[in-house]
């Protein structure tokens, strides 16, 4: 097979051989092309890229070649074009192998359809010219690939921070970039400046693997000498990579901690019961005994307890927990925790101990019992003991109310108010929730004490008859006094509202002038005695309105009699002339004697006493009828 560029020779022969007559045709003339062509072209892998190669200038006629310059500096033709004016006339392209191969466009650029990195090489554009000569110029390509994210595997072991050299920490890749990409560490955020030279205190090893694919990756293991604080540092690779127009792009890994033996320095030795006051624990709680160390791996615990200044083991154990089920007093006392780890320091202290204090309160005792008997003003002291550890506080209250905080009770000259229930309280201000109580019941003995009460009170003397009042007495005592009235209708004896040993009883009547003179009264009695109140309401008023719509009743009622009687009278005697008329006179009725006129009694007299002598019932009846 003929090499390439012997063909491209005899196909550039003619070329040639006119270009020498368009020279000789001009004797004298100067050749001078000049080309616009980028130097650098930058792309990311798998897109289009395209190179340009224009003469400066209007051109009619001139000739194009593109040529690719491998890694010994050999020039490979990939395209020759012939343009007259703006139009490409002829062209030839070779793929030199490349998928997809190389293109032209109208205008004789070359164009990279999906840019490989094995594009990366030095492009070379010739133009000649008849008039203006030859001229070429270089464009280097450049492609760029992102690299995948970063992937880290850390040192699974245990690593011992007693090693005088660096250890290996972490080994962090990343693949497929172009160009190659670089990494580096960091600890709890922070960039390790760690040299590629191999020392004691820590160095990075670096590897670049070109791939198939013409890509490269990368690879770097982390070695370190570490101590105690690196057990709760956080480490991390990051991958660093270059783009296209100057730019930069960066990826990290996760975070990853190392697992460390590291020797025990210091103990902690503490109480973690929730019940604990100030080195206190309530008799009867659980208590933990919590013991730690700060060596890793987790050392031994031995948990002891301080008997006559010999150790006695309670547990040894991986774990540094001691739980005490319900606590006794008798088990106050010196508890140890000791570490075993024959890799701490001759120096450091591996042993605490600490005191357990068990607060306890017994019931109280009280010098009465639970109910306390006395006559009014008489006096009397009640004591209440309390046993505990630490000294409980002791103070009294009455029905809630506070009375003092002696552990003896005086009570002076007692009253009826003075009974009641009385508490003792016992308390720890350290130690909450660990308190006691006892109460007794204080009575107070005698004659009742009595209150009185209106519901509706007036002032003496303005009662009037028919008013209604309720009456209410209040007493107390003991025993408990009952009530009673002097009228009937009072309610039973009960507890009054308000309480405090007070009873009552109400009495709802209707005020007569009776009462006005002898009252009402009320007494409260008991065993002991018994005691009374009176209600007086002066005088009471009659009920003057009542009394004149009665009269007024009895009058209409008179009034109306009479009138039916007058009315009936008239009835009767109708018919007769002049009956019922005052003032006519007419002649006297046949049969009748006529009366003189010479008389001096005057005709109603004489007609009545008529009357009244013939005394029969007849004449009789006649002459009242004359008296109409």
Request: proline share 7%; glycine share 8%.
């Amino acid at each position: 097979m003929e090499p390439p560029d012997a063909r491209a020779g005899a196909r550039g022969a003619p070329l040639l051989l006119v270009l020498a007559l368009l020279l000789e045709a001009h004797p004298g003339s100067k050749a001078e092309v000049r080309l616009s062509v980028p130097p650098l072209v930058e792309v990311m892998r798998g897109e289009s890229v395209t190179l340009d190669c224009s003469p400066l200038g209007t051109h009619d006629y001139f000739m194009l070649e593109w040529f690719l310059v491998d890694r010994s500096w050999a020039r490979h033709r990939l395209a020759w074009a012939e343009l007259h004016g703006s139009k490409l006339w002829d062209k030839d392209l070779s793929s030199q192998g490349r998928s997809p191969p190389y293109q032209l466009d109208s205008r004789g650029r070359l164009v990279l359809p999906e840019a490989q990195v094995g594009d990366e090489r030095d492009y070379v554009c010739v133009v000649k010219t008849g008039a203006a000569g030859i001229a070429e110029a270089t464009a280097r390509l450049s492609v760029f690939a992102k690299p995948e994210a970063p992937e880290v595997s850390p040192n699974k072991g245990t690593l011992s921070v007693m090693d005088d050299f660096a250890q290996e920490i972490a080994t962090c890749s990343s693949r497929n970039g172009n160009p190659a990409p670089k990494i580096m560490w960091y600890r709890n955020g922070q960039p390790l400046a760690v040299p590629l030279e191999v020392n004691s205190e820590g160095y990075m090893t670096a590897r670049t693997v070109r791939e198939a694919s013409g890509l490269l990756s990368v690879t770097s293991t982390l070695y370190l000498r570490l101590h105690k604080p690196d057990r709760e540092a956080s480490f991390h690779c990051s991958v660093h990579y270059h783009l296209p127009a100057g730019q930069h792009g960066r990826q990290d890994s996760p975070s990853f901690s190392l697992t460390l033996h590291y020797p025990t320095e210091s103990v902690l030795f503490w109480l973690g019961s929730q019940s604990i006051a100030e080195g206190w624990v309530r008799e009867g709680d659980s208590v933990q005994l919590l013991c730690q160390g700060d060596g890793s791996p987790s050392p031994e615990y031995t948990f002891f307890r301080l008997q006559d200044k010999q150790e006695d083991v309670l547990k040894t154990s991986l774990e540094g927990n001691l739980t005490l089920e319900r606590v006794q007093r008798n088990q106050s006392g010196t508890y140890g925790c000791r570490v075993e780890d024959y890799d701490a320091p001759e120096d450091a202290d591996l042993s605490k101990t600490l005191d357990l204090r068990v607060a306890y309160l017994d019931s109280l005792e009280l010098s009465t019992g639970e109910e306390l008997s006395l006559s009014l003003s008489n006096s009397t002291t009640v004591t209440c003991s309390a046993r505990g550890l630490p000294t409980p506080i002791l103070h009294w209250t009455k029905d809630s109310a506070p009375m003092g905080e002696d552990p003896t009770l005086s009570l002076h000259s007692v009253t009826f108010d003075s009974a009641g229930t009385y508490t003792c309280e016992a308390y720890m201000p350290n130690i909450p929730l660990l308190s006691r109580t006892r109460s007794f019941r204080l009575l107070v003995q005698g004659t009742p004490e009595l209150k009185a009460k209106e519901t509706q009170p007036k002032a003496e003397g303005s009662w009037t008859e028919g008013d209604k009042v309720t009456l209410i007495c209040y007493a107390r005592g003991y025993p408990e006094p009952k009530l009673t009235w002097s009228q009937l209708g009072g309610s039973p004896t009960e507890p009054a509202p308000g309480g405090q040993g007070w009873v009552s009883s109400s009495l709802t009547l209707k005020v007569t002038s009776a009462l006005s003179q002898d009252g009402v009264s009320c007494e409260a009695s008991n065993p002991l005695g018994n005691t009374h109140h009176v209600f007086h309401f002066g005088t009471v008023a009659p009920q003057t309105s009542q009394a004149g719509v009665a009269v007024m009743a009895v009058a209409i009622s008179v009034g109306l009699l009479l009138l039916v009687v007058a009315v009936f009278y008239c009835m009767r005697r109708k018919g007769r002339p002049g009956c019922c008329r005052r003032s006519e006179k007419g002649p006297p009725p046949p049969g009748e004697p006529k009366l003189s006129h010479s008389g001096k009694e005057q005709p109603e007299q004489t007609g009545l006493l008529m009357g009244s002598t013939s005394g029969g019932a007849k004449h009789g009846s006649r002459g009242f009828g004359d008296e109409c």
